[in-house]
């Protein structure tokens, strides 16, 4: 037990280092394109970019793997460390400067997803048996509860960052959910070909990669509909490590939680906030008196 939990963190951290650095890396080259540079530098835009979208698409392989050997809530536990990559490559290749609040947001992280690592170890689920009935009838609720939350934020234009972040981040975590709940019993070609057998498990694996889909999508309207990322990507992270961990006490059979857990998982939601809203804030206001000035 103790072996699967640790390569789902580690699997979770591969997950999360890559696909951050996937999103600096695709930031990098659409900086270099809309910037006066050089013809030279220009020409590394194309690499930088398509080397990011290479490894963007392959976060489905680590999070396939991760959710193999160990729940979504141990798997996605370590999210907050793909944030410090992110932030040591804006700071020494985009010389982007680190803040305090950055600073204070990495140690936060780093020791919230220490201690949580060694929590979920020496803690671990002791049965991962699902209560189908809690899983369908709060997958009713939600789905009709985000659904008017959208509808309502769309229309109105009300808490457009918190909500769409909220509900895609929400929906990226499940996506773990999912995958494990298809993984756990099975492999990967097994809960595909368990759909011709009208399996119902196989089912919920492939709705995974639809409401995969669905968390990308809300987030691109989400910053469409003028989001401001300070308060949308916290949320989204934010929702993405806590909601498997909620779902998960629900659904399955004698789920229970530690003090320690809570306060380590506060720990990286609170880091996860520092690193991201003082950085954009700045960032805007920035863009704001460029643009006052012209």
């Not at 993984?183 to 990967?188: D, H, I, Q, V």
């Not at 995969?212 to 999508?217: D, E, L, P, W």
């Not at 469409?224 to 934010?238: C, E, F, H, R």
């Not at 004698?254 to 804030?281: P, Q, R």
Request: hydrophobic share 55%.
């Amino acid at each position: 037990m103790a072996v699967n939990i640790g390569l789902g963190l580690l699997f979770g951290i591969i997950n999360t280092l890559i696909l951050h650095l996937s999103k600096a890396m695709e930031r990098h080259g659409i900086d270099i394109f809309t910037r006066k540079k050089s013809f030279k530098e220009k020409g590394k835009k194309p690499v930088i970019y398509i080397v990011g979208v290479i490894l963007n698409n392959t976060i489905i392989i680590w999070q396939i793997i991760g959710t193999t050997f160990a729940s979504a809530a141990v798997f996605s536990s370590v999210f907050g460390l793909g944030l410090i990559l992110l932030m040591l490559y804006s700071h020494y290749i985009l010389h982007e400067a680190i803040k305090p609040p950055e600073l204070i947001g990495a140690i936060l992280i780093i020791a919230g997803t220490t201690i949580v690592g060694i929590l979920y170890i020496w803690e671990p689920i002791s049965s991962e048996n699902v209560n189908f009935f809690n899983f369908f009838v709060l997958l009713i609720i939600i789905t009709i509860l985000f659904t008017i939350l959208i509808g309502f934020s769309a229309k109105t234009r009300i808490g457009v960052a918190l909500i769409f972040g909220g509900v895609a981040g929400t929906c990226g975590g499940l996506d773990n959910v999912f995958k494990r709940i298809g993984l756990k019993s099975m492999n990967f070609i097994q809960a595909f070909a368990g759909v011709f057998k009208l399996d119902p498990i196989s089912f919920i694996f492939l709705v995974s990669f639809f409401i995969g889909f669905v968390a990308f999508i809300l987030t691109q309207v989400g910053f469409a509909k003028g989001a401001d990322a300070s308060k949308l990507v916290p949320m989204y992270n934010s929702l993405y490590i806590l909601a498997p961990i909620t779902f998960e006490l629900i659904i399955i059979v004698d789920a229970t939680i530690s003090i320690g857990k809570i306060i380590s998982i506060a720990i990286i939601v609170i880091g996860i906030f520092l690193m991201n809203i003082f950085k954009e804030t700045e960032k805007r206001i920035q863009k704001e008196n460029l643009t006052e000035n012209v």
